[in-house]
């Protein structure tokens, strides 16, 4: 190693040069407001020239308490030094799966993966085995991760999928069903006509920021135990978050498998598969050769640190006035920016549930991934670009975290900020 790297434009040459798109995923930042970041504290990131910004990004969700947490810290030093992997059993994670199968409103069983891709996987591998059908359906726009069967969205004949990657086998796409979110009848019919097939019926609860209309997840939940379908609620966003027993206990309505990841990871890779025994106890190894039977196994599935990380973020989400403070502190961003945006005539929404939210630059009602896709999509590029020039980190096409670090003077900043966003736009 020879020259010493430091600063934005010095990193990012070297991720124009090795990481394809200079990125880690899809995430990229407009070109002109792009950064690295050095490190991060409570809702604040700062960049490799030093310069601060209030986080609403929040690593994509898992930091509902913030950068680098004292406890959590803590928690984890103290674990570093009792060794980071074993791939036996070890007591944060026994401890993690008492935690999470007693707050979950589903939860008998849980095995943990890495990630919420590796988590959404298992639970549709899982269901396919309870059933032994091999079809799953998901929603338009429903976001599951990275895998073959979640990378789908609605083909043009309204009721089956097409890739959203290339390198996708046909085979899988071919089983996968793509219905509308909120749209009880839709949904219930093609459940309907493929019961015989259909293993799983996967959900986010909340579609991204969207909510579901009441009535929508309880049809969901009669015509899957009408035909014996695996119901999957994807929690890895609502988990822990909307409320301690996530959307399940949020909305009244209770899965099959619920899967976790975000927010019980504190920050540290680990997800979760949680539900029924019937189904998760599918994945114990000494079933294999005797019936239904699933792999789900991994190196660092379950690692100690990341489940002492997600041991000492939920511990601090248990305690209470915690759901009413994430609401509030939503409540007060979302009303903030409503307001700026009418007082300069800008067509502005903003939706969500509890500390989740996501902004649009048009006025119609958004129920379903369609009616999001609606509208200028370069005001939101304007708008992202100008925010984080001014010092407010914002996924400038995706959803703003809120957290528990977040100051009310935060929220009034962003506020601000966002007024002189929209004045660029007029
Ligand atoms: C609802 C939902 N499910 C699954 C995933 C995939 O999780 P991961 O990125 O950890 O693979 C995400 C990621 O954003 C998500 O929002």
Request: net charge negative; glycine share 12%.
């Amino acid at each position: 190693m020879s020259s010493v790297i430091e600063g934005n434009a010095a990193h990012l040459e070297l991720a124009d040069r090795y990481l394809p798109g200079a990125s880690l995923g899809m995430f990229q930042l407009p070109h002109e407001s792009r950064f690295v970041i050095a490190r991060g504290k409570g809702s604040r990131v700062w960049d490799s020239d030093g310069k601060e910004y209030i986080d609403f990004v929040m690593g994509s969700g898992p930091m509902v308490l913030g950068h680098a947490p004292d406890s959590v810290v803590e928690a984890v030093q103290n674990q570093v030094a009792l060794g980071s992997t074993f791939y036996g059993l070890n007591e944060p994670v026994v401890r993690l799966a008492h935690e999470i199968c007693e707050a979950s409103p589903c939860g008998e069983m849980a095995r943990f993966t890495c990630s919420g891709t590796d988590a959404t996987f298992s639970a549709i591998r899982l269901a396919r085995a309870y059933t032994g059908r091999e079809r799953v359906l998901k929603f338009d726009g429903g976001w599951h991760g990275g895998h073959d069967y979640a990378q789908q969205d609605m083909a043009d004949d309204g009721q089956t999928s097409r890739p959203l990657s290339d390198g996708i086998p046909k085979g899988a796409t071919d089983t996968v069903l793509v219905s509308p979110f909120n749209d009880a009848a839709a949904a219930t019919d093609l459940i309907g006509r493929y019961a015989t097939e259909l293993a799983a019926v996967i959900v986010e609860p909340l579609q991204r920021a969207i909510k579901p209309e009441p009535g929508f997840l309880e049809a969901l939940r009669e015509v899957t135990d009408k035909h014996g379908i695996v119901l999957i609620f994807d929690e890895v966003v609502t988990g822990f978050r909307l409320a301690w027993g996530g959307a399940q206990e949020h909305y009244g309505v209770t899965a099959d498998v619920a899967v976790y990841g975000k927010t019980i990871s504190g920050g540290y890779p680990l997800a979760a598969v949680c539900g029924k025994k019937e189904v998760i106890d599918c994945a114990d190894p000494g079933r294999k050769g005797k019936g239904p039977y699933v792999f789900i196994s991994g190196t660092f599935n379950g690692n100690p640190i990341s489940a002492t990380a997600g041991l000492a973020t939920i511990d601090a989400l248990h305690q209470p006035g915690v759901y009413e403070r994430l609401f509030e502190v939503t409540d007060r961003l979302a009303t903030g920016f409503d307001k700026a945006a009418a007082e300069r005539g800008i067509p502005f929404q903003i939706i969500g549930d509890g500390p989740v939210l996501q902004p649009f630059f048009f006025t119609d009602p958004i129920r379903n991934h369609a009616d999001s896709q609606r509208g200028d999509r370069t005001r939101i590029t304007q708008f992202g670009d100008s925010m984080i020039e001014q010092g407010i980190f914002i996924n400038p096409s995706g959803k703003i975290y809120l957290s528990l670090a977040h100051t009310d003077e935060d929220i009034d900043r962003a506020i601000d900020v966002a007024g002189n966003a929209f004045d660029q736009m007029n």
